[in-house]
T-cell receptor, first 116, second 113 residues
């Protein structure tokens, strides 16, 4: 199947700093990528849909100025958590839709963010 | 509002047994139903998926049963193995509408030797 990578896999930062997470589709071009947030033992919550070359579409309740998404190329989307606070600590996962692969989404391995 | 309801929350099965996880949905426009397997600290991995034009799909030890009239679908894991111990999520989406997935709440499966 298609491969999606994320970097970093883990990050620890101080409160008030910004953190950038990268999501890459390694062997295919993804016009659409998705960013999810997952708390321990809970389901995935869609944060935003990232479309190459256009602004991301954010889900209700997700602050677009806090969670900046950039989808500058067909293989890379980034999520920047600005002015991070302890309540932003979570597992962030991206996924990418294979354009010619029907409806499948392939997920990255996730990024564990801990804000001190 | 939870678009896809999943049960049970947790499941313990003996090695060699059958694991069954159920999901139900309300939106009849959903036309793609995947199941994902997630190990701790990892991203979800696509296990198997079904479209509503078939009632069953089997891939190895994994089978999806789909009941369109009841708006329910289930995952059956035959001959369950300790390596199957993971969290399983069902999902539903509408093809050609941006492909947003609506996930179930997850089922933690433990297969005991």
């Amino acid at each position: 199947g298609a491969v999606v990578s994320q970097h970093p896999s883990r990050v620890i930062c101080k409160s008030g700093t910004s953190v950038k997470i990268e999501c890459r589709s390694l062997d295919f071009q993804a016009t659409t990528m998705f960013w999810y947030r997952q708390f321990p033992k809970q389901s995935l919550m869609l944060m935003a849909t990232s479309n190459e070359g256009s602004k991301a579409t954010y889900e209700q309740g997700v602050e677009k100025d806090k969670f900046l998404i950039n989808h500058a190329s067909l293989t890379l989307s980034t999520l920047t958590v600005t002015s991070a606070h302890p309540e932003d600590s979570s597992f962030y996962i991206c996924s990418a839709r294979v354009p010619s692969g029907g409806n499948e989404q392939f997920f990255g391995p996730g990024t564990r963010l801990t804000v001190l | 509002q939870q678009q896809v309801k999943q049960s049970p929350q947790s499941l313990i099965v003996q090695k060699g047994g059958i694991s069954i996880i159920n999901c139900a949905y309300e939106n009849t426009a959903f036309d793609y139903f995947p199941w994902y397997q997630q190990f701790p600290g990892k991203g979800p991995a696509l296990l198997i998926a079904i479209r509503p034009d078939v009632s069953e799909k089997k891939e190895g030890r994994f089978t999806i049963s789909f009941n369109k009239s009841a708006k329910q679908f289930s995952l059956h894991i035959m001959d369950s193995q300790p390596g199957d111990s993971a969290t399983y999520f069902c999902a539903a989406s509408i093809v050609n509408t941006g492909n947003q997935f609506y996930f179930g709440t997850g089922t933690s499966l433990t297969v005991i030797p």
